[in-house]
C-alpha cells in the first residue's frame, strides 16, 4: 500500500477500546456518516467480519463495495481490500492502532481508492484525504463523546 493517502489521530482512549469499535463493522454507520449500511457476508472463527458489503457516500463517491477484511495483524491493524464494486476498481485500507502506554491511542488510517471514469489525480488525493480526515474525527468523537 505504497500509493496510500494517510493521517493519524491521538485518541483518548486504551487502545483496545479503539480496535473493539474498528472490528465491529456492522456499528460503523452508527457513527461514520461515509457508511450508510453494512452487510456481514463472511466472519472468522472469532466472529470478526472477514467479507462484507458496504454502502459508502464519501462526497462525489456513491458505490456499494464488497470488501475482505485481514486481521492477520490484530489488534495492531485492520486491512480491507476491494473485491468488488459498481464504480471502484481499487479500494484498499488499513487502520493502524498504537497504544501509546498512556490510555491514548494513536489511530492512522491509509486508503487507496480507484475509480472506473478518470479522475485528476489531485481529486481523488483530496477525496481520499476528506474522507480519511472525516473518518478519524468521527472515530474520536464516537470513543471520547
Given at each position: 500500500?505504497?500509493d ?16 473493539e ?9 452508527t457513527?461514520s ?39 492477520s495483524?490484530?489488534?495492531k491493524?485492520?486491512?480491507?481490500s ?11 485500507g ?22 472506473s471514469?478518470?479522475v485528476?489525480?489531485i ?15 468521527q ?7
Amino acid at each position: 500500500m505504497s500509493d496510500n493517502s494517510s493521517n493519524s489521530q491521538q485518541i483518548d482512549a486504551p487502545a483496545s477500546e479503539v480496535a473493539e469499535i474498528l472490528v465491529d463493522l456492522e456499528k460503523y454507520p452508527t457513527w461514520s456518516s461515509a457508511i450508510k449500511s453494512v452487510e456481514v457476508l463472511e466472519k472468522d472463527g472469532s466472529g470478526r467480519a472477514t467479507k462484507a458489503t458496504v454502502k459508502i457516500e464519501a462526497g462525489v463517491l456513491k458505490d456499494r463495495a464488497t470488501l475482505n477484511y485481514d486481521y492477520s495483524d490484530f489488534p495492531k491493524s485492520i486491512s480491507f481490500s476491494l473485491e468488488d464494486a459498481d464504480l471502484m476498481t481499487e479500494m484498499t485500507g488499513k487502520y493502524s492502532i498504537v497504544d501509546n502506554g498512556d490510555d491514548t491511542t494513536k489511530v492512522t488510517y491509509e486508503l487507496n481508492v480507484q475509480v472506473s471514469m478518470p479522475v485528476p489525480e489531485i481529486m481523488r488525493r483530496k477525496a481520499e484525504m476528506a474522507t480519511i480526515d472525516a473518518a478519524l474525527a468521527q472515530l474520536k468523537k464516537k470513543i471520547e463523546g
